[in-house]
C-alpha cells in the first residue's frame, strides 16, 4: 500500500509514495548485511567525523527540514526549528564522546593487566519508529548505533515518508557507506516480520504499549536485544509550596508540547487541596492564552492533530471521561471546519477509573486531580501502569529528594519540564518499556559487551 503524506492543517495530500516491494526490501536487507562488514571495521574516528558532518547539515537545513516536518505531522514552525537542532546536537554529542565510551575497559590484578572489556558492534539495528519527532526519534536511535559500527535500517511511521526519505539522504551526503543507514518504505506488520531475518541483530521501537508487546514477544522468540521506549502518563505533582505561577506557566506548555502528542507531555496534574483552586486558575489562565492555528505561522503554540483518526480518539476518551463526572474548565469540544484541530482542555473532577486517569491521551488534555495529602500525591502519581516521565513542584528539598526517589519512572524532573537530552539516559520502567536510549546507557544497549583474557 502507498504511503501518504498528508497535511494535517488543510488535509491535502502532499505527496504519494510507493511501498517497497519485498523484492527491494530483500535487496536493501542483503545490502546492509554486506556494508556492516565494512563500516564495523573503520576506525571510530571515521564514523563519529560522519556523524558530525551530518550535524552541520542538519543546521546548514534547519529551515526545509522544519518546513517538512510542520507539513507532515503539524508540528508548530519553532518546535520543527527545535526538533532540528536538538538532532544536531546529538550527533555532535556522540561525534564527542562515542570514542571514550568504545575505549576498552582494562580490567586489573595485583596491579597487572588481567583481561579488557570490549565493546564491539551486533550488526543490522531494525529502528521502528513513530511520526511525532519524526527527526529526532530516528536520529537519537541512529547516531549511536552508526558511532558504535552498526548499520541501521529504519521503519518510519507511514504518515511522515517524506521525512523519512530526508533522514536517509541526510546521513549518505554526511559521508555515511552506502546502505549504512537505510528507509524502509513497509508496512507495521512487514517490519514485524523482519524482526525473524537472521541478518536483522537486533531491534529498536517507539510507539503504542500495543506495539512494543508484539515487538518485544517477536524479538524474544528470537532472541535479539531490543529497547522498547512505550506510552507514558506522566504525572506533574503540585504540593503545597510549589511557585504556582511557575508550575501552571510551565504545566500549560508540558502539556501542549508538540500539540499535546508527546509521550513525555505531562498528562495527570496531581494537585494538593492547599494549592489545588489556585492552580488550576493559573493553568486555565494559561491554557487558554495558547495560539491555536497554521502550523507554519509563527507565535502558533497548537497546531493539528496528526490525523483525522488520532482526533476522533482524543476526544471519545475527553467525552468518555466527562460522561464518568468529570467537568471541562476549558476546551472539551472538537471544532468544526479544515484540519484535525483540538482545543486545550482542561478536565478537573476527574473520577481514578475514567479514560483521562488510565490511559495515555496523546492529545493537549490535562486531567487534573485533588488531593489531600504529600502520601496521597505519591501514590496517585504511581497510580499508573506507566512509568517513563514525571515532575514534581515543590521549594521544600525533602520534599524534593522523595518524590525524585519514590515516583516509579524513567526520569523525574524537579521544578523543570521532562525533557530528553543526549547526554542523560532515556527511557521507561513498567509498561512504558525496556531498555535506554541516549547517554552511555544508548550507545552501549547495542554492542556485544565482550570479554578478553589471556595472553600470547
Request: charged letters at 20%; aromatic letters at 6%.
Amino acid at each position: 500500500m502507498p504511503q501518504s503524506s498528508v497535511n494535517p492543517a488543510t488535509g491535502d495530500v502532499l505527496a504519494v509514495i510507493a511501498d517497497h516491494s519485498d523484492a527491494d526490501v530483500e535487496r536493501l536487507v542483503a545490502r546492509a548485511a554486506a556494508v556492516f562488514l565494512r563500516w564495523r571495521t573503520r576506525a571510530t574516528a571515521e564514523r563519529t567525523a560522519m556523524l558530525r558532518r551530518a550535524a552541520d547539515l542538519l543546521d546548514a537545513q534547519r529551515e526545509p527540514l522544519a518546513r517538512l516536518a510542520t507539513l507532515e505531522m503539524g508540528k508548530p514552525i519553532e518546535a520543527a526549528r527545535q526538533e532540528v537542532a536538538k538532532c544536531a546536537a546529538a550527533c555532535r554529542y556522540y561525534a564527542d564522546t562515542a570514542p571514550a565510551m568504545l575505549t576498552p575497559e582494562r580490567v586489573m590484578r595485583d596491579g597487572q593487566e588481567d583481561g579488557a572489556v570490549h565493546f564491539r558492534p551486533l550488526g543490522t539495528l531494525l529502528a521502528i519508529m513513530p511520526w511525532n519527532f519524526p527527526y529526532w526519534q530516528a536520529i537519537r536511535a541512529a547516531a549511536p548505533a552508526l558511532a558504535a559500527g552498526n548499520v541501521v535500517m529504519l521503519k518510519h511511521a507511514s504518515n511522515v515518508p517524506q521525512c523519512a526519505l530526508a533522514i536517509e539522504r541526510l546521513f549518505a551526503e554526511a559521508g555515511a557507506d552506502d546502505g549504512a543507514f537505510t528507509t524502509l518504505l513497509i508496512s507495521g506488520a512487514r517490519a514485524g516480520a523482519l524482526i525473524d531475518d537472521p541478518r536483522i541483530a537486533a531491534v529498536t521501537l517507539t510507539g503504542s504499549e500495543a506495539a512494543g508487546r508484539d515487538v518485544g514477544a517477536r524479538a524474544g522468540r528470537a532472541v535479539k536485544p531490543c529497547v522498547l521506549e512505550l506510552g507514558g502518563s506522566d504525572p506533574f505533582v503540585v504540593l503545597p509550596s510549589a511557585n504556582l505561577d511557575a508550575a501552571a506557566a510551565t504545566g500549560a506548555r508540558a502539556r501542549c508540547i508538540n500539540n499535546g502528542q508527546s509521550c513525555i507531555a505531562a498528562k495527570r496534574f496531581i494537585v494538593h487541596a492547599a494549592v489545588h483552586d489556585a492552580f488550576v486558575e493559573r493553568l486555565t489562565a494559561a491554557m487558554r492564552a495558547l495560539t491555536i492555528g497554521d502550523p507554519g505561522l509563527e507565535g502558533v503554540d497548537i497546531g493539528p492533530l496528526a490525523t483525522a483518526a488520532i482526533r476522533d480518539e482524543v476526544d471519545d476518551q475527553v467525552q468518555r471521561t466527562i460522561a464518568a463526572g468529570a467537568r471541562a474548565l476549558c476546551g472539551g469540544t472538537r471544532p468544526q471546519g479544515a484540519g484535525h484541530f483540538y482545543p486545550p482542555t482542561i478536565l478537573v473532577d476527574v473520577p481514578r477509573h475514567s479514560a483521562a486517569a488510565v490511559e495515555e491521551v496523546f492529545g493537549p488534555v490535562a486531567a487534573v486531580f485533588r488531593v489531600a495529602s504529600v502520601d496521597g500525591a505519591l501514590a496517585l502519581a504511581n497510580d499508573t501502569p506507566f512509568g517513563l516521565g514525571a515532575s514534581v513542584w515543590t521549594r521544600d528539598a525533602r520534599e524534593a529528594e522523595r518524590f525524585a526517589l519514590g515516583i516509579d519512572a524513567g526520569s523525574v524532573f524537579v521544578n523543570a519540564m521532562m525533557a530528553s537530552d543526549p547526554r542523560f539516559p532515556f527511557g521507561g520502567v513498567k509498561a512504558s518499556g525496556i531498555g535506554r536510549e541516549l547517554a552511555r546507557e544508548g550507545l552501549r544497549a547495542f554492542v556485544n559487551v565482550k570479554t578478553v583474557r589471556g595472553t600470547v
